[in-house]
């Protein structure tokens, strides 16, 4: 992602003096709380409720219900990012990164089948409504795609996908895999999408793959 994004993490990692402990505390019951209600279910007065603060105490640390939504959508943007993206890059450029940043995309969806990823719910909630909510969601999304994308483009310079590969459209071909999966897992319940979905990105890379590129699709459980 960005240097700044690197930034942000290290700085998570040090040790919190009070105010933000409590800080980091309250987000925490909000992330819950966004990841099962979605962002419109954030409200000053029930995370002071599930805090057993004041509305004032909550108020406090972020001024505002539009405040607690950002400050929601970049701690979840930050734990995507060291769940999915910083394990991934460690890989070897091309394919094998690519591979990577879809499986552990797919193992993160799956475990929030039952709550419910903040990507997608907040697309749908925030969809048609402008203003910085919808901003700051757009530009996490953004982020994650561009670094998808830049995966992509690697692979071809690599040779490991042919050079006529459109990355876009690639791009929206696995995303489109995440968007089935999380569907049909959680509205529909059905079985077996996990690897419905890693069949369909086998797929995808065979389409794209150049005749000299390794078979990663094989490696990707």
């Known amino acids: 992602m960005s240097d700044t994004s690197i930034a942000e993490s290290r700085a998570r990692q040090r040790p919190l003096h009070k105010g933000q402990q409590t800080r980091a505390a309250i987000l925490e019951a909000a992330l819950g709380l966004a990841s099962h209600m979605g962002l419109e279910g954030l ?92 901003d700051a969601l757009a530009e996490m999304v953004r982020s994650w795609h561009a670094a998808l994308e830049r995966a992509i483009r690697i692979a071809i310079d690599e040779g490991q996908l042919r050079a006529d590969t459109d990355a876009e459209q690639m791009l929206f071909e696995i995303h489109g895999l995440i968007l089935a999966l999380h569907h049909d897992a959680r509205f529909l319940r059905n079985t077996g999408v996990l690897d419905r979905a890693r069949r369909g990105f086998e797929h995808v890379l065979a389409h794209y793959r150049s005749d000299a590129a390794p078979g990663v699709g094989q490696r990707l459980r």
């Open 43 to 134: 409200s000053i007065g029930a995370l002071a409720d599930l805090m057993q603060m004041s509305k004032s105490g909550v108020f406090a640390h972020f001024g505002s219900r539009e405040e607690l939504q950002i400050s929601v959508i970049r701690e979840y943007h930050a734990r995507f990012e060291e769940e999915v993206f910083f394990p991934a890059i460690r890989e070897p450029r091309g394919l094998p990164r690519l591979a990577a940043l879809f499986e552990r995309w797919v193992r993160r969806v799956s475990v929030e089948l039952d709550s419910g990823c903040i990507y997608i719910s907040g697309a749908v909630e925030f969809d048609d409504r402008p203003g910085p909510v919808r």
